[in-house]
């Protein structure tokens, strides 16, 4: 099975810079996946490594180290509209076919004036 | 094209009554998920489908729960009797089998009284 975890909550100030942290404990893993989840909407993808080191995607970057089940999303400049949850996900190959993706809880990011 | 749609945004029902949710993916898209949100428990998979057949169902809670994909552009998500535990946002995601991204639909509200 996977074991994810991620802080519950975090709050930041607007325009500065703030990192998600999330661990992972798992078995066939074939990438580490961010999502932005805003309340009452669904999750949209934000991310994804499968390799370590870091992917940067204009003010969003996600970084991650395979050898100890570690990743994080850096949100940069954070604006208002990023208050939101922002979801973990590891995707595990299936003896089956195919792959499917396991989510944290999610952290949510409360960004204030 | 449209994204994933799901019907209908909000159900509400009693207790012992049957409930169908019904989900379109994305058009080529092959692989299909059903998710289940709340807040005690987040985003939890019940059941994977891959070109159609049904991959991984460890997710569905139990025999109160089935789900069934009979071609590539439709899937629904049965459960009778329903109970109020069962009260949840149900999301359908798609994407093609080698992605890095799900692309989910709106979800379905269920509150069961």
């Known amino acids: 099975g996977q074991n994810i975890d991620q802080p519950t909550e975090m709050t930041a100030t607007e325009g500065a810079i703030v990192q998600i942290n999330c661990t992972y404990q798992?078995?066939?893993?074939?990438?580490l996946f961010w999502y932005q989840q805003h309340a009452g909407e669904a999750p949209t993808f934000l991310s994804y490594?499968?390799?370590?080191g870091l992917e940067e995607k204009g003010r969003f970057s996600s970084f991650l180290s395979r050898s100890k089940g570690y990743s994080y999303l850096l949100l940069k400049e954070l604006q208002m509209k990023d208050s939101a949850s922002y979801l973990c996900?590891?995707?595990?190959?299936?003896?089956?076919?195919?792959?499917?993706?396991?989510f944290g809880t999610g952290t949510q990011l409360k960004v204030e004036l | 094209d449209a994204g994933v749609i799901q019907s209908p945004r909000h159900e509400v029902t009693e207790m012992g009554q049957e409930v169908t949710l019904r989900c379109k993916p994305i058009?080529?898209?092959?692989?299909l998920f059903w998710y289940r949100q709340t807040m005690m428990r987040g985003l939890e998979l019940l059941i994977y489908?891959?070109?159609?057949?049904?991959?991984?169902d460890s997710g569905m809670p139990e025999d109160r729960f089935s789900a069934k994909m009979p071609n590539a552009s439709f899937s629904t998500l049965k459960i009778q009797p329903s109970e109020p535990r069962d009260s949840a946002v149900y999301f359908c995601?798609?994407?093609?089998?080698?992605?890095?991204?799900?692309?989910f639909g709106s979800g379905t509200r269920l509150t069961v009284v």
């Open positions: 798992t078995s066939g893993f074939n990438g």
């Open positions: 996900a590891v995707r595990d190959v299936l003896t089956g076919g195919g792959n499917k993706l396991t």
């Open positions: 058009s080529g898209h092959n692989s």
């Open positions: 489908f891959n070109n159609n057949v049904p991959i991984d």
């Open positions: 490594n499968v390799l370590d």
């Open positions: 995601a798609s994407s093609l089998t080698d992605s890095g991204s799900y692309t």
